[in-house]
């Protein structure tokens, strides 16, 4: 996993807090990288099943462990499902996305763990990346799902992610991700 230093740090310390609270994966940035995308990030996202479910003895735990809280209104981490931090020892910020049911639990099942010197990291599978970064829909997004499908779309389960694509249109009653997606293929097909 090509990451930086400083984000490789922050993994290997993250791990062990995390390993104690639940099934986790990388995902965001970092998860683009790792899957050789060359790109600038300062941040580390991942999301956790958070088991048990005590986002405030969490916060202690990971507090203990040189992660500062960003954000400390239990409102906010109800009402947005994220816990924002900061590694003290590297300066980086990250965020962890506390998991619901459904999408995200299907993520967490198909997560893979990569080698992180000798840590193992779960990292989200890069089909699932595609689907995230088509989902959030910025253009730096939208750029990152071009780049993975063009390093690695021949290898990839499109029929599996226009699925997913397909059931999130349903449940948001929205049209533009199966759109968005067969550009990212086409764009990819024309950049070779």
Not at 72 to 79: E, K, N, Y
Not at 102 to 130: C, K, M, N, W, Y
Not at 169 to 176: I, P
Request: glycine letters at 6%; charged letters at 25%.
């Amino acid at each position: 996993m090509p990451l930086q230093p400083a984000a490789i740090e922050l993994l290997t310390a993250l791990a062990a807090v995390l390993a104690r609270w639940g099934r986790w994966y990388v995902f965001g940035a970092q998860a683009v990288i790792g899957y050789g995308v060359p790109r600038l990030s300062a941040d580390v996202d991942v999301t956790l099943a958070l088991d048990p479910d005590d986002p405030a003895r969490f916060a202690r735990e990971m507090d203990e462990a040189g992660f500062a809280p960003r954000v400390t209104d239990p409102d906010f981490v109800q009402r947005t499902r994220v816990m924002p931090f900061v590694h003290r020892a590297t300066g980086m910020p990250l965020d962890v996305v506390l998991a619901g049911s459904g999408l995200e639990e299907e993520f967490l099942q198909r997560a893979v763990t990569r080698r992180l010197g000798s840590t193992g990291v779960p990292v989200i599978e890069i089909g699932d990346l595609i689907v995230a970064k088509v989902l959030a829909g910025r253009p730096k997004d939208i750029e990152d799902a071009r780049a993975l499908w063009r390093l690695h779309g021949r290898n990839l389960d499109a029929a599996r992610i226009r699925d997913t694509l397909r059931l999130l249109e349903e449940a948001l009653t929205q049209s533009d991700l199966l759109p968005v997606f067969d550009s990212v293929v086409r764009s990819a097909r024309t950049d070779c």
